[in-house]
T-cell receptor, first 112, second 113 residues
Framework: KQEVTQIPAALSVPEGENLVLNCSFTDSAIYNLQWFRQDPGKGLTSLLLIQSSQREQTSGRLNASLDKSSGRSTLYIAASQPGDSATYLCAVGNNAGNMLTFGGGTRLMVKP | DTAVSQTPKYLVTQMGNDKSIKCEQNLGHDTMYWYKQDSKKFLKIMFSYNNKELIINETVPNRFSPKSPDKAHLNLHINSLELGDSAVYFC????????????FGPGTRLTVL
């Protein structure tokens, strides 16, 4: 059974810092990996999707990497801003591609 | 235009009641999902439907019955509500089954008293 772990559970940084969020998963037979953002009381917004054959994806200040063999993904946020404050969730798609298993999330606070 | 919408946003009800949550997507997607986010914020898949056909039922009690009248709608009916059903329920959709970005609705916060 796939298990997804995110470290750290919470992170507080001053504005402008570059930061890395970590995600690890136990079963490397994945279809894809997706990073989401969740604001308090809101739904999830998809940030980046990495297919199992890819090593990384970039969108603006965000860069996500995937090392399937070691069961790890990282989300790199450059030049963090207060508006980046949210919970970031990593989700792994199973081999059939028909369900996502979520990590517990990293709650990020960027201080002005 | 809201891509994935859910109604109601909040639902407060007594134990033993039956309630429904509605979900609609206007993205033209084939696949829809229901997820449950508990008080510890863990998100877990409950059901996935592809072209109105049930694909996954992830060990959800029989009291939960999804209904998909068409590809754009996936409603969740819950019988005999229990305290442990209190959670936020999210609907999501993706263009096709397997390997595609999932788009989430705003969630329905269910509180069972």
């Amino acid at each position: 059974k796939q298990e997804v772990t995110q470290i750290p559970a919470a992170l507080s940084v001053p504005e402008g810092e570059n930061l890395v969020l970590n995600c690890s998963f136990t079963d490397s037979a994945i279809y894809n990996l997706q990073w989401f953002r969740q604001d308090p009381g809101k739904g999830l917004t998809s940030l980046l999707l990495i297919q199992s054959s890819q090593r990384e994806q970039t969108s603006g200040r965000l860069n996500a990497s995937l090392d399937k063999s070691s069961g790890r993904s990282t989300l790199y946020i450059a030049a963090s801003q207060p508006g980046d404050s949210a919970t970031y969730l990593c989700a792994v798609g199973n081999n059939a591609g028909n369900m996502l298993t979520f990590g517990g999330g990293t709650r990020l606070m960027v201080k002005p | 235009d809201t891509a994935v919408s859910q109604t109601p946003k909040y639902l407060v009800t007594q134990m033993g009641n039956d309630k429904s949550i509605k979900c609609e997507q206007n993205l033209g997607h084939d696949t829809m999902y229901w997820y449950k986010q508990d008080s510890k914020k863990f998100l877990k898949i409950m059901f996935s439907y592809n072209n109105k056909e049930l694909i996954i039922n992830e060990t959800v009690p029989n009291r939960f019955s999804p209904k998909s009248p068409d590809k754009a709608h996936l409603n969740l009916h819950i019988n005999s509500l229990e305290l442990g059903d209190s959670a936020v329920y999210f609907c999501a959709s993706s263009q096709f089954l397997g390997g595609d970005t999932q788009y989430f609705g705003p969630g329905t916060r269910l509180t069972v008293l």
